[in-house]
């Protein structure tokens, strides 16, 4: 993972300290993924530990240890007890860390790389502490040795952890339940992707999926951080090629893992850029130029169906430092934009209240086309698009178009966002003077912008008669204006 864990600045846009990019607030809501499978490609982002889905912090730089997998005879049985105990060591150092990140996020403690390096050192150091307790014992159990084998996993004892599995699986090939040796071979695959011993990792992966082929069932996280693991090794071996096609297996294993159960916002933007921001520097690498445009186009495509603002801007970057990076509008039969029960539905808006217009949704203003903008009164970016939107509003109402200006209450009232008279009333001098032909809906949580993956502002939204976000800009520059335009025609245009 990059030493260099800052939040990089905004190209376009206006940006402010604090959660919400609408509302100024003093705390800092930071997301960690640990996903070093993939080196750091083009910009750095620091995501909170998330619970349950790829959280097991396998994919550290591996030391130098060794350990002979012939030391200590294994027993085949344990006692209850001493195995147990093995256990619970296992699942404090695994949950070190995620305890550690969510005590942070209650507590309202801002914390930042130094902070975050110190709490992964921490867990690192735990890990190891259990993994010398447990090493230690006499006549070590197959269960204690299972669970050894994934300490030396969250201490980062590479090669301690694959020697610690490959005894278990000699051992205990008869004894051992399904799912425990599917966890040796996983974490063996792992560690020797990671360690660079392709062929090794290629067969551990190969019995692995065998196992699995034949069981009619797959661990789709276990299968991304293997595959994305051997994609970076390829990389770094100059194996271009294989390094493609592990990258892409990866993609399919992350597509089916957010399909079974959906990523948070955080861990599913990252996982995805990541993947395929690497597949397009691969294909540079082989002078694949189409292919590494139509990977970003794809990054494209999903943040529209997500939606998510700022990873369609983050895919927009990349691809204009390739080529001009032209607007994308999703196709209105595109069927990464359904679900099993019809159209994917734009989120609902959260709107605490309305000013100077009438109270909607966007299921009530289904038939027509919604643009839905996110500004705020100290974002100058904001201001220069009002002007167009309230051009367009004028112009295109009666063919269909609607606006909902969306903003934020910045003044708090017990530390949360809170209405007030005195920004009411700005907000209403604002529209008069302006001389807006729509009002405001206001927030007073970022519910709504955290939906749509608002990270900067100005953003707006586009919205379909039917009701699936089709459209996503970032910005109110001159070409901005002129893309956002003519998609909003674009839109108006279909039946």
Not at 128 to 138: E, W
Not at 318 to 346: C, K, M
Not at 430 to 442: D, E, I, Y
Request: proline share 4%; glycine share 4%.
């Amino acid at each position: 993972m990059s030493k260099d864990m800052k939040l990089t600045q905004r190209r376009k846009g206006a940006k402010k300290a604090g959660a919400s990019p609408i509302a100024r607030s003093t705390s800092l809501h930071l997301y960690m993924v640990f996903l070093c499978a993939f080196a750091p490609l083009r910009e750095n982002f620091l995501f909170i530990l998330f619970s349950s889905l790829l959280i097991v912090p396998l994919c550290f730089a591996v030391p130098s240890f060794a350990q002979s997998a012939a030391s200590n005879a294994l027993p085949v049985v344990t006692t209850p007890e001493r195995a147990g105990d093995a256990a619970a060591l296992y699942a404090e150092a695994e949950g070190y860390a995620r305890k550690k990140y969510e005590a942070f996020e209650r507590d309202g403690v801002r914390y930042d790389q130094k902070l975050v390096e110190e709490v992964e050192r921490e867990g690192r150091n735990l890990a190891a502490r259990y993994a010398a307790q447990v090493s230690a014992r006499d006549s070590l159990g197959a269960q204690e040795v299972f669970y050894l084998g994934q300490l030396y996993s969250l201490a980062e004892d590479g090669e301690r952890a694959v020697a610690t599995m490959r005894r278990f699986l000699a051992e205990n090939a008869q004894a051992a339940t399904r799912d425990e040796l599917q966890t040796a071979r996983y974490v063996i695959a792992l560690q020797t992707a990671k360690q660079g011993a392709l062929d090794e990792a290629e067969s551990a992966l190969a019995d692995y999926l065998k196992v699995v082929s034949s069981a009619g069932a797959i661990d789709s996280e276990r299968h991304y951080r293997v595959e994305s693991a051997l994609a970076a090794s390829y990389r770094a071996q100059k194996g271009p090629e294989r390094s493609i096609a592990h990258a892409r297996a990866a993609l399919a294993a992350v597509r089916q893992l957010h399909a079974e159960k959906p990523l948070d916002t955080a861990t599913r933007d990252a996982v995805f850029y990541r993947t395929l921001s690497f597949i397009s520097d691969a294909a540079l690498d082989l002078k694949r130029t189409d292919e590494a445009i139509a990977a970003l186009q794809e990054l494209r495509r999903l943040s529209v169906s997500f939606p998510s603002a700022d990873l369609y801007r983050r895919a927009t970057v990349l691809l204009g430092r390739i080529v001009p990076a032209v607007a994308y509008v999703s196709q209105p039969d595109d069927p990464l934009f359904r679900t099993e029960t019809g159209a994917r539905l734009a989120p609902e808006i959260a709107v605490a209240d309305w000013i100077e217009q009438k109270p909607a949704t966007l299921s009530s203003l289904r038939g027509r086309v919604v643009l839905l903008d996110f500004w705020a009164l100290w974002c100058t970016p904001c201001h220069a698009a009002l002007p167009h939107i309230s051009e367009w509003q004028e112009k295109y109402e009666r063919r269909g178009l609607s606006v909902v200006a969306l903003t934020e209450y910045r003044n708090t009232v017990n530390g949360r966002p809170a209405r007030t008279a005195q920004e009411v009333g700005e907000l209403r001098r604002f529209k008069r003077a302006s001389r807006l032909p729509f009002g405001f809906a206001v927030a007073d949580t970022s519910e709504t912008a955290a939906a749509y993956g608002v990270q900067t502002i100005p953003v707006a939204v586009l919205i379909d008669r039917r009701g699936v976000v089709r459209f996503l800009n970032v910005g109110a520059n001159e070409t901005d204006i002129e893309e956002l335009h003519g998609m909003i025609v674009r839109l108006l245009d279909e039946k």
